[in-house]
């Protein structure tokens, strides 16, 4: 169960008035956080949650809220799907509605007049848009950063880059030209959020013919894949995300030590190629400065603007 359903919501009604306000004192004394307006949650778990998963507890809490038809959609969809965000968590859920004329705004919630392409999955009984339609809409909405990393992980997920150019296409001229900015920097070989991003960075200062995930065979057959490999410079860029020491699946059981080490030897492998010239690492600071980025490329050769 994902710790945001394991969650337990207190609510307050007109006909227990004693006991809403046990849930106020409650709240004063900070046992309770206020999830919305009548809502609770007590604040230990919540506490342990991380934005997503508080996403996914203020939407359970908005339930009572929704019109007949609503479906879950945009970052209420991507909470549900998993869908990485550059940005913070929003505390507003949000839902479309066929039968609205226009959108309808209360406490912690917003309902859209309009359709998406379902799932065919239910979150506490509420319908959620599909992960191509939502993706495409988050694509649409954010910066052209955001709007590749929803693709890519699209894509990772196993939507075909077709399917999403097809919803892309039902959707209307509004964010067009980002979307289709981002369909040509999105590519499935970049394995993670941080490889996403550091493509649109190094697109954006003018890094010329990014190839994802190259791999270099030695003769004794190791094979070492680096995350962009710039053929016509002979340099390897590499995204230096501090996950790979500290996520325990990717560290699949191994000591964080040994991973440096593997990692070290591995660029020393590479730094004794002949067409390789250089290694540059870049980690997520440089993505969200990308005047750093530009100094890093400059002072490692890298061609940019």
């Not at 004192?25 to 998963?53: F, I, M, P, T």
């Not at 649409?140 to 929803?150: F, K, N, P």
């Not at 693709?151 to 196993?158: F, P, T, V």
Request: charged letters at 30%; hydrophobic letters at 40%.
């Amino acid at each position: 169960m994902h710790p945001a359903n394991a969650i337990r919501l207190f609510r307050t009604n007109d006909l227990d008035r004693a006991a809403a306000r046990h849930l106020q004192r409650r709240r004063v004394a900070d046992e309770l956080v206020r999830v919305r307006h009548g809502v609770y949650a007590d604040r230990a778990g919540w506490n342990a949650l991380d934005g997503r998963s508080r996403h996914l507890v203020r939407m359970r809490a908005v339930i009572p809220l929704l019109r007949p038809g609503a479906v879950f959609a945009l970052e209420s969809a991507a909470a549900l799907h998993g869908l990485p965000r550059l940005d913070p968590w929003t505390d507003r859920a949000r839902a479309l509605v066929p039968s609205l004329a226009h959108d309808v705004h209360r406490v912690g919630l917003t309902m859209h007049a309009g359709t998406t392409e379902i799932s065919g999955k239910r979150f506490w009984g509420i319908e959620y848009a599909s992960l191509a339609s939502t993706a495409v809409e988050t694509a649409r909405r954010g910066s052209l950063s955001a709007a590749v990393v929803a693709i890519d992980h699209a894509l990772r997920s196993g939507v075909p880059f077709d399917e999403l150019q097809e919803v892309a296409a039902t959707t209307g001229p509004w964010g067009s030209v980002r979307l289709e900015h981002a369909f040509e920097i999105a590519d499935v070989r970049h394995e993670s959020v941080g490889e996403s991003f550091f493509a649109v960075r190094a697109v954006e200062l003018g890094c010329p013919d990014l190839e994802p995930q190259h791999e270099f065979v030695s003769s004794d057959g190791t094979v070492d894949r680096v995350d962009f490999w710039l053929p016509r410079e002979g340099l390897v860029l590499e995204f230096d995300g501090r996950q790979k020491y500290e996520d325990p699946e990717m560290l699949a059981g191994r000591d964080p030590r040994d991973v440096l080490w593997a990692e070290k030897r591995r660029e020393d492998r590479l730094r004794s190629r002949p067409e390789v010239r250089g290694v540059v690492r870049a980690d997520w600071s440089h993505l969200v400065d990308p005047e750093r980025l530009r100094a890093l490329f400059r002072a490692r050769g890298v061609p940019c603007r």
